[in-house]
T-cell receptor, first 113, second 116 residues
Framework: SQQGEEDPQALSIQEGENATMNCSYK?????LQWYRQNSGRGLVHLIL?????REKHSGRLRVTLDTSKKSSSLLITASRAADTASYFC?????????????FGTGTRLQVTL | DAGVIQSPRHEVTEMGQEVTLRCKPI?????LFWYRQTMMRGLELLIY????????DSGMPEDRFSAKMPNASFSTLKIQPSEPRDSAVYFC??????????????FGNGTRLTVT
């Protein structure tokens, strides 16, 4: 079963607007990662947040983590057409091994001009 | 660095045929993962290796699937015999675990497999 579930499944916004995607997971984690996938390509790592962190920034990306609610959010500010892609959260499903990553179902983001 | 290299990019085969997917991880990475992506099931971890040794193959669907990593720079995923339900995009990824935490995964561009 999926460890992470993204919400919404699909999001359509205009260029310049902010996009927020949410991820919920089920078990305790060591860290949570966000990835982007462009059509027909492999996933690309965006940002990693550790379980003892609450917020992290990278350029136009802002990630929050609430371990008490087992949830995370990814905010993309001032979106661009090039941000059109699917976005996945990933967690280490078995903290004992800390090596296996389980991916969520993804959010498809469409940014229009 | 060239990144993770997968071949072929596309594979079309008939049911019952043997299929071999290939992966070259990033040099120096000590973890290699095989994932499968479908619309219905999303991204599924099939198997992963650490220092060329299979660590967890619990995601391998059945005995028709096998994976090997004969050296640090090469891995194969074999399906024999192939079935239409194996149609999917297969991704290889590699990573370097440091400090006791997962490092990010670096994905190849995948092999799109179609079994008719």
């Amino acid at each position: 079963s999926q460890q992470g579930e993204e919400d919404p499944q699909a999001l359509s916004i205009q260029e310049g607007e902010n996009a927020t995607m949410n991820c919920s997971y089920k078990t305790s984690i060591n860290n949570l990662q966000w990835y982007r996938q462009n059509s027909g390509r492999g996933l690309v790592h965006l940002i990693l947040i550790r379980s003892n962190e609450r917020e992290k920034h990278s350029g136009r990306l802002r990630v929050t983590l609430d371990t008490s609610k087992k949830s995370s959010s990814l905010l993309i500010t001032a979106s661009r057409a090039a941000d059109t892609a699917s976005y996945f959260c990933a967690t280490d499903a078995d903290p004992g091994t800390a090596s296996k990553l389980t991916f969520g179902t993804g959010t498809r983001l469409q940014v229009t001009l | 660095d060239a990144g993770v290299i997968q071949s072929p990019r596309h594979e079309v085969t008939e049911m019952g045929q043997e299929v071999t997917l290939r992966c070259k991880p990033i040099s120096g990475h000590d973890y290699l993962f095989w994932y499968r992506q479908t619309m219905m099931r999303g991204l599924e971890l099939l198997i992963y290796f650490n220092n060329n040794v299979p660590i967890d193959d619990s995601g391998m669907p059945e005995d028709r699937f096998s994976a090997k990593m004969p050296n640090a720079s090469f891995s194969t995923l074999k399906i024999q015999p192939s079935e239409p339900r194996d149609s999917a995009v297969y991704f290889c990824a590699s990573s370097l675990r440091t400090g006791g935490y997962n490092s990010p995964l670096h994905f190849g561009n995948g092999t799109r497999l179609t079994v008719t």
